[in-house]
């Protein structure tokens, strides 16, 4: 595992740390609900959904996160403007701490980011995400609700070059600071099983050249292919190409995955359980043997 030579920012977000050197703070989790075509929508465009089975969702990820002892964030994915008030206003309520806004678009985000100033938890907020396209008028948005929390997406056409997400990230830096961004969880960028390796050596360029809490959305290896995988592999063939991927990328000293849908996730847990907790135990016996300073 990597020692940096930069000093490894750590962010405190309602509570919930998040950064530093490999396995000092346990890797945050990330699960998706309300994702496209998710079974508990009754009509996703207008935000209406079955609350028991969100409701029982959440306490299994709940259930998980606490037998492991590794920390849980909910992405709250919002897919239509109408579909805001309800989904955020349900989520906000259905857990401690904070939660992540995630957004396809700039008419979400506005109309996401008002109800956040209106329920005035903007302090919870990680917004969900910010590219080097990221429009201005998004950015506004943000800043008028007052989110300073955000996950940086270090999307580029040129998906197999580190270097062109690394370009991606300094004009993030370059500009989002001026509209009242002061906390960035980078997302490395996977979007298919080729890009999973290129994302893993952005997460230790990242944190070794900024120090910043870096990381991937790692279930994006398989998912883009998920039809084609089942039929070669089986359901529990995929799942294991699931688990796969974000351990690789929890080895690589991730400080955060995003591990795809909650139901998903519930799978994963034990797998990065198993990684954190050995990697922790050995740090903690005998630290010089297993650093790889860089």
Do not use: W
């Amino acid at each position: 595992m990597f020692k940096y030579k930069t000093s490894q920012k750590v962010y405190e977000i309602d509570g919930l740390k998040i950064g530093g050197n490999s396995f000092e703070i346990p890797p945050v989790l990330i699960a998706s609900i309300f994702y496209h075509g998710h079974k508990v929508f009754i009509n996703e465009q207008k935000g209406l959904f079955n609350r028991d089975t969100a409701l029982q969702l959440i306490e299994s990820i709940k259930d998980v996160s606490t037998k492991t002892g590794l920390p849980f964030l909910l992405d709250v994915v919002i897919n239509s403007p109408d579909a805001s008030e309800n989904l955020i206003t349900f989520s906000i309520d259905a857990i401690k701490g904070p939660l992540i806004i995630d957004s396809p678009g700039s008419e979400v985000t506005k109309a996401a980011m008002k109800v956040i100033k209106e329920l005035g938890v903007s302090n919870r907020v990680i917004f969900n995400s910010i590219t080097e396209k990221t429009k201005d008028e998004e950015y506004q948005a943000l800043q008028d609700a007052g989110v300073k929390a955000t996950i940086a997406l270090l999307y580029t056409n040129r998906f197999l070059e580190h270097g062109a997400r690394l370009k991606a990230l300094d004009n993030i830096l370059s500009k989002a600071p001026s509209y009242g961004i002061e906390k960035f969880l980078v997302d490395t960028f996977i979007l298919d099983l080729p890009s999973l390796s290129v994302a893993i050596k952005t997460i230790i360029e990242v944190k070794s050249r900024y120090g910043l809490p870096a990381g991937a959305a790692a279930h994006n290896a398989v998912s883009v292919q998920a039809k084609g995988f089942k039929q070669r592999f089986g359901v529990d063939g995929y799942r294991s190409m699931e688990i796969a991927s974000n351990a690789a990328v929890i080895t690589a000293g991730a400080n955060f995955i995003l591990c795809g849908p909650i139901e998903s996730c519930i799978y994963v847990y034990p797998a990065i359980y198993t990684i954190y907790t050995s990697f922790k135990y050995s740090l903690s016996r005998s630290k010089e043997e297993l650093l790889i300073n860089i």
